[in-house]
């Protein structure tokens, strides 16, 4: 008994969609809704082809059209409208109008199996979201769909996707339930010319694929090998203290809880940081901390899971990972926590990592010079490249001496080297001095962060952030910024909101804009490199940070630009060419924190909670969050008197390390510990600069701010009945929300990479007693006549976001979420 896809799709389209304008919960046909009150949705599904009449932007009279398309052996749909005129839109707004969307529809019939469900397992490839609607469904019902989000970016295509996957479905599909019967599937599917790439001279065209399988695992959980991570061994080493398995729990199955035992020779012992629950539906990469004792030769690992259900009945799971040895003269993968330290409360169990992350290093191949260790090169990969990837790993660029770390940024495509997938970085970073420690190696301190494409765009981003912790940069044919490389000036939001709510929208995504960060990198070395026939990020932006960059360090000198002639994108040994090669071996020492004080800067920062400092001088609170703040440590404009003279805007507080005392008036003096690496905290008051409290950094921007979470995301969900988040129950509202739940655990793991754990609210509010609450975010679903828990945050009469400051036991603060 097979799931069995119509391979016939009939679609409505094309209509306007805008770069990173994802239309998630909403059709361009809800516009125009049924005058007989039929959902929308359901009236798409049963509406005859070819009838119906709605107004779109992009086909020629002004009219969506009617297509057929028809999947072949593999499941891919091949959606493009050749009859629009794509070559006129381009004209017009270039990139921005190949963005575009269409509705799709189509018949699947799920077996019976006996039981009143069938378990499934689904892929829905480059597509945004997808549902099903039962085929008997007329028009009057009151049938609302359940819409899924699908695998836009076809992870479950990718090596890691497809690693250890059988069955036609990836590790990364979706597990859901359905009853047995005909359903008509929905699908919007739209294209992103970021993701599906510049389709030139033809349509550009959409390649869904969709893939549904029955879910035939036997026992309440399984183990999901292709999800998670193991070090290479180098030299009898494990490179890394952590490896993840994964675990899932079909629908219908009551939850479990995972412990670990290793049947292991050669000195390996594999623990769990805690006790990992997993929700019926649910996939978690459960983490394992690795400790070995000596070195080992084995080539496999048994490891053995044990699982008890809800019912208290265990049964156990075995994994066999076969080990990968490495000598050290290789490149070799290597394994870490990200974030590097998980946070723990007092009292609370060790802490869990909000991801095990892979990442490849590539050692030296010549010993470094007997004066000095060269830098460690930071390289980040261009969007949907694997990390381990031959072409990425053998592209760099080597010196004697030299170490590189290779992070992941999470996947293949990261979050543009934002927010987690910068965390990401840094943690890679922090793990190469123990691992090198471990092969009889001593790597320097400091650090050159390079990049390509996307990872260019990640290593001006990271390096106009953290400048204190680099001593160069060399970005290659990295992007400005992200609405200068595919435009949002076709954003369909611009036809509906209002221009100061898009104004606000859009100042939350200030933090991301490295143009205005660009003062941040005077006096750091920096190597701009394109070429000049790059048709994927056009030569201006490398230009136009180039110049950014000069203007404000007063001549450039610190800054160079290299076009090649003749070049594109990428070329075969570009990391290699020769100004790159003589950049790296006469990069100069890092100037003391002192010199570049004295010399002047501007430092910038619109989320002091993502940046560090510069010379040792960090923005550490905005006077209005939301707005950009800048703050000029002695420059010329203000003929400022003493050794430290600061002039901000929009600036509250600033962290200065080695300096022990404050003038008053608005700048600072002092002879004070200019050795002391404590920072000290100062307050403008009334346009004077004071001495105040040492608070934590607080958590400003935008709510994807979350992503970059300390630990597990907490999904704090409604208890049913039983309080066990078991199928079934006559709770309605709360089943739903526990189904919503799973649904985002599901997309975090995808999207992201994170791990969540979904919590009944009464155990959540016990955490927070108890103070063991994970420090990782919080998520709450349900209104406070649903959820316990939103009902307390909503009596501490503060805001429903919860920060750092909450989670270490200081209540509730009102600025913004973790």
Same mark, same amino acid.
């Given at each position: 008994?097979?799931?069995?896809?119509?391979?016939?799709?009939?679609?409505?389209?094309?209509?306007?969609?805008?770069?990173?304008?994802?239309?998630?919960?909403?059709?361009?046909?809800?516009?125009?809704?049924?005058?007989?009150?039929?959902?929308?949705?359901?009236?798409?599904?049963?509406?005859?082809?070819?009838?119906?009449?709605?107004?779109?932007?992009?086909?020629?009279?002004?009219?969506?059209?009617?297509?057929?398309?028809?999947?072949?052996?593999?499941?891919?749909?091949?959606?493009?409208?050749?009859?629009?005129?794509?070559?006129?839109?381009?004209?017009?707004?270039?990139?921005?109008?190949?963005?575009?969307?269409?509705?799709?529809?189509?018949?699947?019939?799920?077996?019976?199996?006996?039981?009143?469900?069938?378990?499934?397992?689904?892929?829905?490839?480059?597509?945004?979201?997808?549902?099903?609607?039962?085929?008997?469904?007329?028009?009057?019902?009151?049938?609302?769909?359940?819409?899924?989000?699908?695998?836009?970016?076809?992870?479950?295509?990718?090596?890691?996707?497809?690693?250890?996957?059988?069955?036609?479905?990836?590790?990364?599909?979706?597990?859901?339930?359905?009853?047995?019967?005909?359903?008509?599937?929905?699908?919007?599917?739209?294209?992103?010319?970021?993701?599906?790439?510049?389709?030139?001279?033809?349509?550009?065209?959409?390649?869904?694929?969709?893939?549904?399988?029955?879910?035939?695992?036997?026992?309440?959980?399984?183990?999901?090998?292709?999800?998670?991570?193991?070090?290479?061994?180098?030299?009898?080493?494990?490179?890394?203290?952590?490896?993840?398995?994964?675990?899932?729990?079909?629908?219908?199955?009551?939850?479990?809880?995972?412990?670990?035992?290793?049947?292991?020779?050669?000195?390996?012992?594999?623990?769990?940081?805690?006790?990992?629950?997993?929700?019926?539906?649910?996939?978690?990469?459960?983490?394992?901390?690795?400790?070995?004792?000596?070195?080992?030769?084995?080539?496999?690992?048994?490891?053995?899971?044990?699982?008890?259900?809800?019912?208290?009945?265990?049964?156990?799971?075995?994994?066999?990972?076969?080990?990968?040895?490495?000598?050290?003269?290789?490149?070799?993968?290597?394994?870490?926590?990200?974030?590097?330290?998980?946070?723990?409360?007092?009292?609370?169990?060790?802490?869990?990592?909000?991801?095990?992350?892979?990442?490849?290093?590539?050692?030296?191949?010549?010993?470094?010079?007997?004066?000095?260790?060269?830098?460690?090169?930071?390289?980040?990969?261009?969007?949907?490249?694997?990390?381990?990837?031959?072409?990425?790993?053998?592209?760099?660029?080597?010196?004697?001496?030299?170490?590189?770390?290779?992070?992941?940024?999470?996947?293949?495509?990261?979050?543009?080297?934002?927010?987690?997938?910068?965390?990401?970085?840094?943690?890679?970073?922090?793990?190469?001095?123990?691992?090198?420690?471990?092969?009889?190696?001593?790597?320097?301190?400091?650090?050159?962060?390079?990049?390509?494409?996307?990872?260019?765009?990640?290593?001006?981003?990271?390096?106009?952030?953290?400048?204190?912790?680099?001593?160069?940069?060399?970005?290659?044919?990295?992007?400005?910024?992200?609405?200068?490389?595919?435009?949002?000036?076709?954003?369909?939001?611009?036809?509906?909101?209002?221009?100061?709510?898009?104004?606000?929208?859009?100042?939350?995504?200030?933090?991301?804009?490295?143009?205005?960060?660009?003062?941040?990198?005077?006096?750091?070395?920096?190597?701009?490199?394109?070429?000049?026939?790059?048709?994927?990020?056009?030569? /201006?932006? $490398?230009? =136009?940070? @180039?110049?950014?960059?000069?203007?404000?360090?007063? !001549?450039? &000198?610190? %800054?160079?630009?290299? *076009?090649?002639?003749?070049?594109?994108?990428?070329?075969?040994?570009?990391?290699?060419?020769?100004?790159?090669?003589?950049?790296?071996?006469?990069?100069?020492?890092?100037?003391?924190?002192?010199?570049?004080? /004295?010399? $002047?800067? =501007?430092? @910038?920062?619109?989320?002091?909670?993502?940046?560090? !400092?510069? &010379?040792? %001088?960090?923005?550490? *609170?905005?006077?209005?969050?939301?707005?950009?703040?800048?703050?000029?440590?002695?420059?010329?404009?203000?003929?400022?008197?003493?050794?430290?003279?600061?002039?901000?805007?929009?600036?509250?507080?600033?962290?200065?390390? $080695?300096?022990?005392? @404050?003038?008053?008036?608005?700048?600072?003096?002092?002879?004070?510990?200019?050795?002391?690496?404590?920072?000290?905290?100062?307050?403008?008051?009334?346009?004077?600069?004071?001495?105040?409290?040492?608070?934590?950094?607080?958590?400003?921007?935008?709510?994807?701010?979350?992503?970059?979470?300390?630990?597990?995301?907490?999904?704090?969900?409604?208890?049913?009945?039983?309080?066990?988040?078991?199928?079934?129950?006559?709770?309605?509202?709360?089943?739903?929300?526990?189904?919503?739940?799973?649904?985002?655990?599901?997309?975090?793991?995808?999207?992201?990479?994170?791990?969540?754990?979904?919590?009944?609210?009464?155990?959540?509010?016990?955490?927070?007693?108890?103070?063991?609450?994970?420090?990782?975010?919080?998520?709450?679903?349900?209104?406070?006549?649903?959820?316990?828990?939103?009902?307390?945050?909503?009596?501490?009469?503060?805001?429903?976001?919860?920060?750092?400051?909450?989670?270490?036991?200081?209540?509730?603060?009102?600025?913004?979420?973790?």
């Amino acid at each position: 008994m097979t799931v069995r896809i119509d391979p016939v799709w009939e679609a409505v389209g094309p209509f306007p969609s805008g770069m990173r304008e994802h239309p998630l919960l909403a059709s361009p046909l809800y516009a125009f809704p049924p005058l007989d009150g039929t959902h929308p949705d359901v009236d798409f599904a049963l509406r005859p082809y070819g009838e119906g009449d709605w107004p779109s932007a992009y086909p020629t009279g002004g009219r969506a059209q009617w297509a057929s398309f028809k999947a072949d052996d593999q499941g891919e749909i091949a959606v493009s409208f050749p009859e629009v005129d794509w070559k006129a839109l381009r004209g017009d707004h270039g990139w921005a109008s190949v963005q575009y969307r269409t509705e799709l529809r189509g018949r699947v019939a799920i077996p019976d199996t006996g039981l009143p469900v069938t378990r499934l397992r689904i892929d829905v490839l480059q597509a945004a979201e997808y549902a099903f609607i039962p085929a008997q469904t007329t028009r009057g019902d009151s049938y609302t769909p359940v819409w899924y989000n699908g695998d836009v970016y076809a992870f479950g295509a990718s090596p890691n996707g497809q690693r250890d996957a059988s069955g036609g479905v990836s590790n990364f599909a979706r597990s859901i339930a359905l009853p047995p019967g005909e359903y008509i599937m929905l699908v919007r599917a739209l294209y992103e010319c970021r993701m599906f790439g510049d389709p030139g001279d033809q349509p550009p065209t959409i390649r869904v694929k969709i893939h549904i399988n029955r879910d035939d695992a036997a026992q309440p959980a399984v183990l999901e090998p292709g999800v998670g991570a193991l070090p290479d061994i180098v030299d009898g080493k494990a490179m890394g203290q952590w490896a993840a398995v994964g675990v899932r729990v079909p629908p219908g199955s009551t939850a479990a809880i995972v412990d670990v035992d290793c049947e292991c020779n050669g000195g390996f012992r594999f623990t769990t940081p805690q006790s990992v629950r997993i929700a019926p539906g649910q996939m978690r990469p459960v983490p394992l901390k690795i400790d070995q004792a000596g070195s080992t030769l084995v080539d496999g690992l048994k490891i053995v899971l044990r699982v008890r259900s809800d019912d208290s009945s265990e049964h156990t799971l075995i994994w066999s990972p076969r080990l990968t040895h490495v000598r050290m003269s290789k490149p070799f993968r290597f394994t870490f926590a990200s974030p590097a330290v998980p946070r723990t409360l007092p009292g609370a169990p060790a802490g869990a990592p909000a991801l095990v992350s892979l990442g490849v290093i590539v050692p030296p191949t010549e010993p470094a010079p007997a004066t000095k260790l060269p830098p460690v090169l930071l390289a980040l990969h261009g969007a949907g490249v694997e990390v381990t990837s031959p072409f990425w790993v053998e592209a760099m660029p080597t010196a004697p001496g030299m170490w590189a770390v290779l992070p992941s940024g999470r996947n293949e495509w990261g979050e543009d080297w934002h927010g987690g997938s910068m965390v990401d970085v840094w943690a890679a970073r922090d793990a190469l001095p123990l691992l090198a420690k471990l092969c009889g190696a001593t790597v320097s301190t400091d650090t050159l962060l390079a990049g390509h494409s996307n990872g260019g765009q990640g290593a001006w981003h990271a390096a106009a952030r953290y400048p204190d912790r680099i001593v160069g940069l060399i970005a290659f044919a990295g992007y400005l910024k992200i609405q200068d490389y595919v435009p949002f000036n076709e954003l369909v939001s611009h036809n509906y909101a209002d221009p100061a709510l898009m104004g606000l929208l859009l100042a939350a995504l200030a933090p991301y804009n490295n143009d205005l960060y660009a003062s941040n990198l005077a006096s750091v070395p920096v190597l701009a490199v394109h070429g000049a026939a790059d048709d994927n990020v056009p030569p /201006r932006h $490398g230009r =136009t940070h @180039a110049a950014l960059v000069a203007a404000w360090t007063r !001549g450039g &000198a610190d %800054i160079q630009y290299v *076009e090649v002639p003749h070049k594109g994108h990428w070329w075969e040994g570009g990391f290699a060419m020769p100004k790159i090669q003589e950049f790296i071996a006469t990069l100069p020492p890092k100037r003391p924190m002192d010199q570049v004080r /004295r010399s $002047g800067f =501007t430092l @910038a920062s619109a989320n002091p909670d993502e940046a560090g !400092g510069k &010379a040792g %001088i960090r923005i550490a *609170e905005l006077a209005v969050p939301g707005r950009l703040a800048r703050l000029d440590v002695n420059m010329p404009q203000w003929n400022g008197a003493g050794p430290l003279d600061l002039h901000g805007s929009n600036v509250k507080r600033v962290e200065i390390i $080695g300096w022990a005392g @404050a003038a008053a008036s608005d700048s600072s003096s002092s002879s004070g510990d200019s050795d002391s690496s404590k920072p000290t905290s100062l307050v403008r008051e009334d346009g004077v600069w004071r001495p105040g409290p040492l608070p934590p950094i607080r958590a400003y921007g935008p709510v994807m701010r979350l992503l970059a979470s300390d630990g597990p995301v907490t999904l704090v969900v409604p208890a049913k009945a039983d309080d066990s988040g078991a199928a079934g129950e006559s709770d309605t509202a709360a089943a739903a929300l526990w189904a919503l739940a799973t649904l985002y655990a599901h997309d975090l793991y995808v999207y992201h990479r994170l791990d969540a754990v979904i919590v009944p609210d009464g155990d959540a509010l016990r955490a927070v007693a108890a103070d063991t609450l994970s420090p990782g975010s919080v998520v709450v679903f349900g209104a406070p006549h649903e959820n316990r828990f939103t009902r307390w945050m909503m009596a501490q009469e503060r805001t429903p976001y919860l920060d750092r400051d909450w989670v270490t036991g200081r209540g509730l603060s009102p600025c913004g979420p973790t």
